[in-house]
């Protein structure tokens, strides 16, 4: 005997089907949609822009101060007979190592270049001794050597090496990239031929960071005389 009201076998049994076949369905024409969305397949790739730059040569600075300075070093050893034996060798040593030291550190640093100012640092450091010591080991190798081989030779190295290292300094390391500034700075306002006023704007130029060294001298209350270089960056 069934009960009235209740559902019987078979009807439950297709109830459930007819859902089984809605779920397949709509499952089937997901899958198909995204499959056929060629945006919903692959992810969205952000590529980032790139700023226009300007390759601009700093390293002229290098030239007018390290390298000045190397050269008036080098020449107080090199040229005369026994270097830092006068008064005049041994000022303008005073006077160009500073300047040859610094330059090209100072540059570097004062364009935004840490590492390459502690790279330029390093190479006037270690180089020049490493040339003045090559130096040595050649002029006191032949047999008949003089017996002031090793000053006389580790002079020479030493000064080729300050002419030598802030000129490479310069030409490799002296370069950096600018962004192009694209936000205007002052409008120039002209008319064309048909009458209208056309707008031009000039770009910003970036502003780079600047310093100064100069030599320096202090004359003590007993008569003593101090050489030295002071500088502003």
């Known amino acids: 005997m069934r009960l009235r009201g209740a559902p019987s076998g078979a009807r439950a049994l297709r109830i459930w089907g007819a859902r089984l076949a809605i779920g397949v369905a709509l499952a089937t024409c997901t899958r198909s949609a995204g499959a056929a969305d060629p945006v919903a397949q692959s992810p969205t790739e952000i590529v980032a822009r790139e700023r226009p730059s300007t390759r601009s040569f700093y390293g002229w600075k290098i030239l007018a101060t390290g390298e000045a300075g190397g050269v008036v070093a080098a020449a107080a050893l090199v040229l005369p007979e026994s270097p830092l034996q ?43 001794i490493a040339g003045g010591l090559i130096g040595q080991s050649v002029h006191c190798a032949p047999a008949d050597a003089d017996i002031n081989c090793g000053t006389r030779g580790f002079a020479v190295g030493f000064g080729l090496a ?46 780079i960071a600047s310093f100064t060294m100069a030599p320096a001298w202090n004359l003590g209350p007993r008569g003593e005389l101090a050489f030295g270089i002071a500088g502003r960056f």
Do not use: Q
Request: zero cysteines; hydrophobic letters at 45%.
């Open 86 to 128: 006068h008064w005049s060798s041994t000022l303008g040593f005073i006077i160009g190592m500073p300047f040859y030291a610094l330059g090209g550190p100072a540059t570097h640093w004062t364009h935004g270049a840490f590492n390459k100012g502690l790279l330029s640092l390093a190479g006037n450091i270690v180089v020049p």
């Open 162 to 207: 300050l002419i030598t290292v802030p000129l490479v300094d310069a030409l490799v390391l002296g370069w950096e990239d600018i962004p192009d500034d694209d936000a205007p700075s002052s409008a120039i306002r002209t008319a064309t031929s048909s009458g209208s006023i056309a707008e031009f704007r000039r770009p910003r130029r970036p502003r």
